[in-house]
């Protein structure tokens, strides 16, 4: 998975050679993060722990080549911990989150749509850096995400970005060393200002 994801951003790059370089930008967007439950790969002492929604806040320096960008991006999330199900039988989790620092490289392609909109499609890899408040999982792992927006150009140097992300840390494990799955959708709205 990690070599399909790299070799399509790669390819995807040496693709965008531009006849002329649009020039770096800044970023910066907030919205709201989405989990999906969090599953052990094999049954312990819970069959699944729910989380709720939460807000994710990112930010990034980037340069765009004109229909295509790359970036440097950090981004936070944080989501509290609501129940769990064990052996068919739910209960309450009170006072416990986790909450993860994402920092990833993304490729975008721009689609020209006129009159100043433009659809994009994008993809990122990187490493997510967990923090459970009870240490249940706190071990940097592998992440990449995939998802498309539109930029909407509001004056000459910046664009309002609605997009929408799909954030996936590979390779997480807990404090019994066991592999985690942990998916989120991030729905985000922001600015990107030329420089």
């Not at 927006?149 to 799909?166: M, N, Q």
Request: glycine share 14%; aromatic share 14%; proline share 4%.
């Amino acid at each position: 998975m990690k070599k399909t994801i790299f070799t399509a951003l790669l390819v995807a790059g040496l693709g965008c050679a531009p006849a002329y370089a649009a020039g770096p930008y800044v970023s910066a967007s907030v919205g709201a993060g989405i989990a999906g439950d969090i599953k052990p790969s094999r049954v312990i002492d819970y069959d699944y722990d729910i989380l709720d929604a939460g807000v994710a806040f990112n930010g990034a320096l980037g340069y765009d080549f004109s229909p295509c960008r790359t970036e440097i991006s950090i981004g936070y999330q944080k989501h509290d911990f609501t129940g769990y199900r064990y052996g068919g039988v739910y209960g309450n989790i009170y006072g416990h989150s986790v909450s993860f620092i994402t920092i990833m490289a993304n490729g975008y392609y721009d689609f020209n749509a006129g009159s100043g909109i433009h659809p994009y499609v994008m993809g990122g890899i990187g490493i997510a850096i967990p923090d459970a408040t009870d240490k249940w999982v706190d071990k940097t792992a592998f992440a990449w995400q995939a998802g498309a927006g539109v930029g909407i150009k509001v004056s000459e140097k910046a664009t309002v970005d609605l997009g929408y992300r799909y954030l996936r840390p590979q390779g997480l494990k807990d404090n019994f060393d066991v592999d985690v799955n942990l998916e989120t959708h991030n729905i985000m709205a922001g600015i990107r200002y030329e420089l």
